[in-house]
């Protein structure tokens, strides 16, 4: 057994959709990068990596790529579990916790699991997400800023 952790932050900014574990939610604004900006799918797949013992995404999804600019960040998910088949590991489950002073997320929880279990390849009893506040402290809590923890079990397949 393996395990890692992950860890994402993106501002936020207007012009753009917020995109949460893989769901687009309803909101007036969106989160800066270079991808989707998706931070609980960044933080998923580091942890994966990290429980392989490789780089971070952005060794694999470099930000001065622009051929992946705007890419969808299910499939840097999905390029985490295949590395993790090829070293022989298949995921055993995750947990996350979003950190947003807004929008509300819980409404779209089901709708996170069910996208990210389909592209970690596992039952969404095997992904936990969950959503927090920052209590109105710092950037998140200021609303200039979501991030995302993640924790993720690697078994022998």
Do not use: W
């Not at 990290?50 to 890419?71: E, N, Q, R, V, W």
């Not at 200039?144 to 993640?150: N, Q, R």
């Amino acid at each position: 057994m393996r395990v890692g952790i992950g860890y994402d932050i993106h501002r936020t900014c207007e012009g753009r959709a917020l995109v949460l574990g893989g769901v687009e939610i309803p909101c007036d604004f969106g989160l800066e990068g270079h991808s989707d900006a998706d931070c609980l799918s960044h933080a998923i797949a580091d942890a994966i990596l990290g429980a392989l013992g490789l780089p971070d995404i952005g060794h694999f999804f470099p930000p001065t790529d622009d051929s992946i600019k705007g890419i969808d960040s299910q499939l840097i998910i999905q390029r985490a579990v295949a590395e993790a088949d090829s070293k022989g590991f298949r995921v055993g489950n995750v947990d996350t916790m979003l950190v947003a002073e807004r929008p509300k997320i819980q409404p779209f929880l089901p709708e996170m699991k069910a996208m990210l279990a389909a592209s970690l390849k596992v039952d969404e009893d095997c992904v936990g997400v969950k959503a927090t506040t920052n209590e109105k402290s710092d950037d998140i809590g200021q609303g200039l800023a979501i991030a995302a923890h993640a924790v993720c079990v690697l078994l022998p397949k």
